[in-house]
Nanobody, 124 residues
Framework: QVQLVESGGGSVQPGGSLRLSCAAS????????MAWFRQAPGKEREGVAI????????RYADPVKGRFTISQYNGNNMLYLQMNSLKPEDTAMYYC?????????????????WGEGTLVTISS
């Protein structure tokens, strides 16, 4: 049963923008806590942005603050990541994840469902 499917990755030049999308279904679609992660070649997976939609709480990793924006639209079970001013160090596989529907438990290490990822490459 497919739960999370990412799209929107691609190759852009430094300074460019991309918008990643994540379509949620099944149990993942009922989650109020969702996040984006990324994993660059040779590095560990890291949390990029997380959102708890009922109260609009959002948190960002320091390297992406001011450049990335996470948003969620429950009406169509979609999660987005708008990425602006992209840098070569943003190159990575980006993953969508869904966690427990609790603000108290809405942390990167509490995710229950994962997508298969979409590749983002920033290069001139």
């Amino acid at each position: 049963q497919v739960q999370l499917v990412e799209s929107g990755g691609g190759s852009v030049q430094p300074g460019g923008s991309l918008r990643l999308s994540c379509a949620a279904s099944g149990n993942a679609a009922r989650s109020d806590c969702m996040a984006w992660f990324r994993q660059a070649p040779g590095k560990e997976r890291e949390g990029v942005a997380i959102i708890y939609s009922p109260v609009g709480t959002k948190r960002y990793a320091d390297p992406v603050k001011g450049r990335f924006t996470i948003s969620q639209y429950n009406g169509n079970n979609m999660l987005y990541l708008q990425m602006n001013s992209l840098k070569p160090e943003d190159t990575a596989m980006y993953y969508c994840a869904a966690g427990p529907s609790s603000l108290r438990l809405c942390f990167y290490n509490k995710m229950n469902y994962w997508g298969e990822g979409t590749l983002v490459t920033i290069s001139s």
